[in-house]
């Protein structure tokens, strides 16, 4: 199980573009520490309040580290959900079946675009607190919220992955 059944986390503020630390490499982390433990609580806590959240990277928080959380529960383009989880040192290791699909993230509040990404992924990564290693076979909007999220480990937002101009849209709705 990759579930996250880790401690009660704080609610952290979350940082927008163009902050620097959203387009810094994240460092590898030991995934054993207590202060990633505490991180990953932080990261879950955050998602969980903040409404339409379905993944949020430590370089969101202002932790330049490559930890993320994600939980696609409930939502209408999941195919496979794994629940509310947290990975450490993430790195895509097979994808296929790429697709364009609408993206938007709590660090670009004010734009959506439309981002290629494989409609199935495998990845391997560590859990938090165990370090145990793990692989996590996906697909669909679960898939692509790994994509996003370990590109914001890796420095990158989705509007480095828009085709152009012409892919990027300003949001109408705020809720
Ligand atoms: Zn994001």
Redesign the pocket.
């Known amino acids: 199980m990759i579930a996250w059944a880790g401690p009660d986390g704080r609610v952290l503020p979350v940082v927008t573009a163009p902050a620097p630390v959203l387009g810094a490499v994240g460092d590898e982390v030991d995934p054993t520490s207590p202060e990633v433990v505490r991180l990953a609580a932080d990261l879950v806590a955050t998602m969980r309040v903040s409404p339409g959240c379905v993944?949020l990277?430590a370089p969101?928080v202002g932790v330049g580290a490559q930890v993320f959380c994600v939980d696609v529960t409930g939502h209408p383009k999941a195919s496979t959900v794994h629940g509310a989880f947290v990975l450490c040192n993430a790195k895509v290791i097979e994808a296929s079946r790429w697709k364009a699909g609408r993206e938007g993230?709590?660090?670009v509040p004010d734009l959506t675009g439309d981002v290629k990404r494989a409609g199935r992924v495998v990845v391997s990564a560590m859990l938090p607190g165990s370090g145990e290693p793990v692989t996590v076979t996906t697909d669909a909007f679960e898939a692509r919220a790994l994509q996003?999220e370990i590109d914001?480990c890796d420095g990158k937002?989705?509007l480095d992955r828009v085709a152009g101009a012409h892919a990027i849209y300003q949001r109408k709705v705020y809720l």
């Open positions: 993944g990277a969101q993230c709590m660090s996003h914001h937002l989705f």
